[in-house]
RNA sequence: UGCUCAGUAGCUCAAUGGCAGAGCAUUCGGCUGUUAACCGAAGGGUUGUAGGUUCGAGCCCUACCUGAGCAGCCA
């Protein structure tokens, strides 16, 4: 009896289970509906919500008042047999013989109603356990997979990289600069440099791990700390890269597709337009780009970078993600090789996804002379003594090379269709959010 | 950092410069089939803060605080 019958709801929804069988679950009370001398609760476990109904004068009374008094989110044991019924919500309840409260909840905050985002926000320790909310952390949990699975599947080593560094990664945006002993110590803003070394090491790699930027971004686009997948390969040359980003996404995408329906649906999401994401995917020169966002009616200089209303230019005509490649040098990062054939333009390329949701890919092929190297770096105006390990690796065979950065957010955010970053992860840091 | 908008009950929102309101949540009562259940009742307010205009300010003006959206930065 009891918990030798324990189950999840999950295992009833796969049809695990018999119809007619005695089981006991275990959860909180989603939402409760009563009817006199009938009690409708809607029981979650984590893996999926079921209506359970009490009847007075099965239970008797006793019982029945305990079920009646039970408030939004108080946890709960519940005995009862598997029921197909057409009018409970999934076609399945469980008819109870037994309730047991754990724990009485008093003046949970999250009603069934609408909500501001703030108040969401200051509460999302409860609101993830919200229906919508509980559908983006499976999906992002499958991205997160898939992205694991994909590289190992080809043979590529996980390394992790340092979240303290020494300093600039690209020198370009503003780090989180924190007290290490005596002297400074800045939270990484990329893995891509010791990726780069650990490409040198064991060919294939990739880091991953969460990665932070001190800009005061105010938008539904940016965290301060966010979780970035990063491979490197030696040997891979600018279209080996876009070939290796591509199939990366297919296989994100579709493995999500195939693995998280319930969950896409949940959050009302239009999954044909996820089935397009295969590769290969529409390859655009920048100066090519440049032409469309002025097709489209915006102003736009030639060598500039693209701001995020011309990004939406240029994804409004493919329907699939599309790459943009041959970025101008003066735009791009210090590390970023340059084309022989074009020398003002940077063998660099981004992936803008599809619908609007903007850059989710950034990657190029890096540059492998020493000289050339060390001469950007000085343009940069960047310190060369914090860069002489970095360096190191074009003065012992040094080799052509390439990698990106996908961001993981914005990969689950426009896979689940939503509208703010900031609900695809479980605690976001924003510049006016640290708390919970 | 700049521009725009917002702040009223625990939550979401109303209220022409003239008595502070509703729905949800909570408490109590009613109902065997509810689907964000429904019906009846009750409690719940220093209208973000400070000042100003006015006979009178939730509403108009000034400053500040807090947040949101957009831009820049980027993934």
Same mark, same amino acid.
């Given at each position: 009896?009891g918990m030798?019958n324990?189950v999840?709801?999950?295992n009833?929804?796969r049809?695990e289970i018999?119809?007619?069988?005695e089981?006991?679950? !275990?959860?909180?009370?989603y939402?409760?509906?009563?009817?006199?001398?009938l009690?409708?609760?809607?029981l979650?476990?984590?893996t999926?919500?079921?209506?359970c109904?009490?009847y007075k004068?099965?239970?008797?009374?006793?019982?029945?008042?305990?079920?009646?008094k039970?408030?939004q989110e108080?946890s709960?044991t519940?005995t009862?047999?598997?029921h !197909?019924?057409?009018r #409970?919500?999934?076609g399945?309840?469980?008819?109870?013989s037994?309730?047991e409260?754990?724990h009485? #909840?008093v003046?949970?905050?999250?009603?069934p109603?609408?909500h501001?985002?703030e108040?969401?926000?200051?509460n999302?320790?409860?609101?993830?356990r919200?229906?919508?909310?509980?559908?983006i952390?499976?999906i992002?949990h499958?991205?997160?997979?898939?992205?694991?699975?994909?590289f190992?599947?080809r043979?590529f080593?996980?390394?992790d990289?340092?979240?303290?560094?020494p300093?600039a990664c690209?020198?370009?945006?503003?780090l989180f600069e924190?007290?290490?002993?005596d002297s400074?110590a800045?939270?990484a803003?990329?893995?891509?440099l010791?990726?780069?070394?650990?490409?040198?090491?064991l060919?294939? /790699?990739?880091?991953?791990?969460p990665?932070f930027?001190?800009?005061?971004? !105010?938008?539904?686009?940016?965290?301060?700390?966010f979780?970035? /997948?990063e491979?490197? /390969?030696a040997f891979?040359d600018?279209?080996?890269?876009?070939?290796?980003?591509?199939?990366f996404?297919?296989?994100?995408?579709?493995t999500?597709?195939?693995e998280r329906?319930?969950?896409?649906?949940i959050l009302?999401?239009d999954?044909?337009?996820l089935?397009?994401?295969k590769a290969?995917?529409?390859?655009?020169?920048?100066?090519?780009?440049?032409?469309?966002?002025?097709?489209s009616?915006?102003?736009?200089e030639?060598?500039n970078d693209?701001?995020a209303p011309?990004?939406a230019?240029?994804?409004?005509?493919y329907?699939?993600p599309?790459?943009?490649h041959?970025?101008?040098?003066?735009v791009k990062?210090?590390?970023?090789?340059?084309?022989?054939?074009e020398?003002?333009? #940077?063998?660099a390329m981004?992936i803008?996804?599809?619908e609007?949701?903007?850059?989710?890919?950034?990657?190029?092929q890096?540059?492998d002379d020493?000289?050339t190297?060390?001469?950007?770096?000085k343009?940069?105006?960047l310190?060369p003594e914090?860069f002489d390990w970095y360096l190191?690796?074009?003065r012992y065979?040094?080799v052509p090379h #390439?990698g990106?950065?996908?961001?993981v957010?914005?990969t /689950?955010t426009?896979i689940?269709?939503i509208?703010?970053?900031?609900e695809a992860?479980?605690?976001?840091r924003?510049?006016?959010?640290?708390?919970?």
């Open positions: 009896m030798r324990r999840y709801i999950d009833i929804f049809h018999a119809d007619g069988t089981v006991t679950l !275990k959860g909180w009370l939402n409760k509906r009563s009817s006199g001398k009690v409708f609760l809607l979650r476990d984590g999926g919500t079921i209506q109904t009490v004068p099965t239970v008797g009374d006793d019982m029945f008042g305990v079920a009646d039970i408030a108080s709960f519940i009862g047999n598997i !197909k019924d057409e #409970a919500p999934g399945y309840e469980i008819q109870v037994r309730v409260l754990i009485q #909840a003046d949970y905050p999250i009603t109603k609408e501001g985002p108040f969401l926000m200051d999302r320790h409860l609101w993830l919200s229906k919508n909310q509980h559908a952390m499976r992002r499958t991205v997160i997979k898939a992205i694991r699975d994909f190992d599947g043979g080593t996980l390394v990289t340092p979240i303290f560094t300093a690209e020198g370009t945006t503003t924190t007290e290490y002993f400074k800045y939270l803003q990329s893995g891509q010791y990726a780069e070394a650990g490409a040198m090491a060919g294939k /790699v990739y880091c991953f791990g990665t930027r001190a800009e005061k971004s !105010k938008t539904r686009r940016h965290l301060t700390e979780w970035m /997948v491979p490197e /390969v891979n600018l279209y080996d890269n876009m070939e290796l980003a591509e199939d996404l297919e296989y994100i995408v579709q999500v597709l195939r329906a319930q969950e896409l649906n009302e999401r999954t044909s337009k089935a397009n994401v290969p995917f529409p390859r655009v020169h920048y100066e090519e780009a440049v032409k469309i966002i002025r097709e009616g915006l102003p736009f030639s060598g693209f701001g011309d990004e230019a240029i994804s409004a005509k329907d699939r599309v790459i943009v041959h970025y101008p040098a003066a990062a210090f590390y970023m090789k340059r084309d022989p054939n020398p003002d333009k #940077a063998l981004d803008l996804a599809p609007g949701y903007g850059e989710i890919v950034g990657g190029s890096r540059e020493y000289d190297l060390l001469q950007r770096i343009e940069h105006d310190p914090a190191d690796l074009r065979g040094s #390439a990106f950065g996908l961001g957010e914005r /689950v426009w689940c269709g509208q703010h970053l900031r992860i479980p605690f976001p924003m510049i006016h959010r640290l708390k919970p």
